[in-house]
């Protein structure tokens, strides 16, 4: 440590450099200058007295970070480059909204059309009012009468079954033709009798059985056979027919019952082909039901026509229907036995309202001197007053609305281009159907068809065209777009 008197010394001796100042008055002595510097002593020099004054006086500035070395200043902007800057915004908002409004417009225009939108606008079917129809049925056995037209048939009351006889042979044709369709004048197969078909007509000729004579080796076809078995009813026919479709006798039964359930034959039961058999019964509103699908086959109607048929051995052979030709009468098949009676399934055709009809009558169980005759008779009265009782019922008339089309915010009527009427019944249905044509597009005139309308009670289907009522308008392009 210095005394301090040696460091006052120190200080008295040592000169002190004079500063320059920016003022020229001289400083006034202080009167601190006289006195004495008193020094008290320390152990160590403290930190201010370590730093030089010149270092106190202006402190070094930091060192600059690393990352900040070499990043420009940043410049402020001004209030105009600001105000510029915000009122660019907005036009740029608006040239997106624009653009995007384009494309939208340009796709929506792009895309298809769309059609019109039809609709049926029909009502309810038309019920025909119910009423009693009063038909001279035979005094015995069992009538029955069918207008396949109207989808109707009628039977003279209560059924049971009861022998048919040679109406038997209406099914037998019926599988015959089902299995081997013959089409225009198709002959259909060679069929070459063998013993066994010789065999069926010694049989049926010792028992007195409707017949047609054949040798071994002769060759029949299967128009030929079905010619035998419905025109002159040969019942040795219907056995070799049996036989050839089905193998046997009894496998060709088991098909005929089969049948008949199918049909809805449901008091109908046989046990032969040919109906010689007593076994073999039905009803006469049963019969209807096979002889309606037998009349619409083209190969059987044309057969049962027929008022005799020339074959190879047995020659030229007649008719059993007695009262063919006579009135319209066009078949189909009529039957005998002791125990069936006179059977008889009827054919007519009658025009009725400009149309022709046909109507089919069965009658079973007639008695008398010819039986035949007398079920004949029968059969065609009820044929008769039955055409006579067919009514004409107007369905509506031309301009009738029947589907609505849709299009561009506007809906216009299709209207029928006809009045319609059709064949009735009292308490039949007919029903109207719409069925839409193509596709409708906007702008389509007045007049263009649009569809059709199918008006229809039992076979009768009337087909009418539906146009459009006025012009179809199209869409505006604001409706295309939004």
């Not at 209030?79 to 907005?90: C, D, N, Q």
């Not at 048919?164 to 015959?176: D, E, G, N, Q, R």
């Not at 008339?397 to 029947?402: I, N, R």
């Not at 009427?421 to 029903?431: A, E, K, Q, R």
Request: proline letters at 8%.
């Amino acid at each position: 440590m210095v005394p301090p008197f040696a460091f006052d010394a120190l200080v008295r001796e040592r000169p002190v450099a004079k500063r320059a100042t920016p003022f020229a008055a001289p400083i006034a002595a202080s009167p601190l200058a006289a006195s004495p510097i008193v020094v008290a002593p320390v152990d160590a020099p403290t930190e201010a007295a370590t730093i030089p004054a010149a270092a106190r006086l202006n402190p070094p500035t930091p060192p600059t970070p690393r990352s900040e070395r070499h990043k420009a200043p940043r410049r402020q902007r001004t209030s105009r480059e600001r105000t510029s800057r915000h009122r660019g915004r907005p036009i740029l908002i608006v040239a997106v909204v624009l653009v995007a409004a384009v494309a939208f417009v340009g796709f929506r225009l792009s895309q298809p059309i769309p059609k019109a939108k039809v609709s049926s606008a029909l009502g309810a079917a038309v019920k025909v009012p119910a009423s009693t129809v009063s038909l001279p049925w035979a005094p015995t056995g069992q009538s029955a009468v069918a207008v396949p037209a109207l989808g109707i048939d009628v039977t003279s009351g209560p059924e049971q079954s009861v022998p048919i006889a040679s109406l038997t042979k209406m099914m037998t044709a019926y599988i015959i033709l089902h299995d081997h369709p013959l089409a225009g004048s198709q002959s259909g197969p060679n069929i070459t009798m063998t013993q066994a078909d010789v065999d069926y007509f010694n049989t049926d000729t010792v028992s007195d059985q409707a017949n047609a004579q054949v040798t071994v080796g002769e060759v029949l076809t299967e128009r030929q056979l079905l010619g035998g078995l419905l025109v002159h009813s040969a019942n040795n026919y219907a056995l070799s027919l049996a036989r050839w479709d089905a193998g046997s006798l009894d496998a060709f039964v088991a098909k005929m019952n089969a049948t008949a359930h199918t049909l809805g034959m449901d008091n109908t039961h046989y046990v032969d082909p040919s109906g010689y058999d007593e076994g073999s019964q039905s009803t006469a509103g049963d019969l209807l039901k096979v002889a309606m699908p037998d009349m619409t086959n083209a190969t059987f109607a044309s057969i049962v026509r027929m008022p005799n048929i020339t074959l190879p051995v047995a020659g030229t052979i007649s008719t059993y229907t007695p009262l063919l030709g006579i009135q319209g009468v066009i078949g189909v098949k009529s039957g005998f036995t002791t125990l069936a009676g006179g059977c008889d399934v009827l054919a007519v055709r009658r025009v009725v309202n400009g149309k022709s009809v046909l109507i089919i009558s069965a009658v079973t169980g007639q008695t008398g001197p010819n039986v035949l005759v007398a079920a004949g008779l029968q059969a065609l009265n009820v044929a008769n007053v039955t055409g006579m009782s067919i009514g004409a019922t107007p369905v509506q008339q031309s301009g009738t609305v029947v589907a609505r089309v849709a299009a561009a915010g506007h809906v216009v009527d299709a209207v029928t281009a006809a009045p319609v009427t059709v064949l009735s019944w009292p308490g039949v249905t007919i029903t109207r159907t719409f069925e839409p044509g193509a596709a409708v597009a906007p702008g389509t005139r007045q007049g263009t068809r649009i569809g059709r309308e199918v008006v229809t009670v039992g076979t009768q289907r009337v087909v009418i065209p539906v146009r459009l009522q006025k012009d179809l308008p199209k869409e505006s392009i604001s409706q295309r777009i939004f």
